[in-house]
């Protein structure tokens, strides 16, 4: 099966050369690791509960059309509990400032974050734009207006 390609203008801010570029790090990977910018002399440390904006080092345009899903890392949520405040977070394609990924530390133990470290992944999805059609009724279902955990699983 071949897969789509698409392309994404980026652009390092200043002082960030050394970081990596979002890259995916398998071949089958879905999503691309972002990287933190945190200074390398001064890492971030989140304390039990806490959270924080951290940089990538980077900008993009997303294609119009698309955006871009930011997302937690399973492996920093099963081995640390620090995960994503809005995950998956979005980003529009007419965002133009720097990415940046809102972490929260629900483990035990504060959790630092070093410069270059793995934060979070990004896939890049199409949307398309909805427009809604009012209607009296809507179709029936089988589920009907059942939710909540109505079907007791």
């Known amino acids: 099966m071949t897969t789509q390609t698409i392309k994404v203008p980026i ?4 002082g960030q050369d050394d970081l990596p570029l979002p890259d995916y790090q398998t071949e089958h990977a879905a999503g691309m ?3 933190a910018a945190v200074p390398s002399d001064s890492p971030l440390t989140l304390a039990p509960g806490a959270f924080a904006l951290v940089p990538c080092g980077f900008a993009m345009a997303v294609p119009v059309g698309y955006e871009a899903q930011v997302r937690p890392r ?12 809005n995950g998956p977070g979005t980003i529009d394609a007419d965002y133009r400032g720097e990415v940046k ?3 929260i530390n629900l ?3 504060p959790f630092t974050i070093d410069r ?6 990004m896939i890049i999805k199409p949307v398309p734009r909805t427009q809604w059609v009012e209607v ?5 279902t089988a589920r ?7 079907t007791g699983r």
Do not use: N, W
Request: proline fraction near 9%.
């Open 11 to 14: 652009r390092r801010l200043p």
């Open 33 to 35: 690791d972002l990287h």
């Open 74 to 85: 399973s492996g920093l949520a099963a081995k640390h509990g620090v995960t994503m405040v």
């Open 101 to 103: 990924v809102p972490l």
């Open 107 to 109: 483990g035990p133990q």
């Open 116 to 121: 270059a470290m793995r934060i979070a992944q």
């Open 136 to 140: 009296d009724d809507l179709p029936d």
């Open 144 to 150: 009907g207006e059942g939710g909540f955990g109505h």
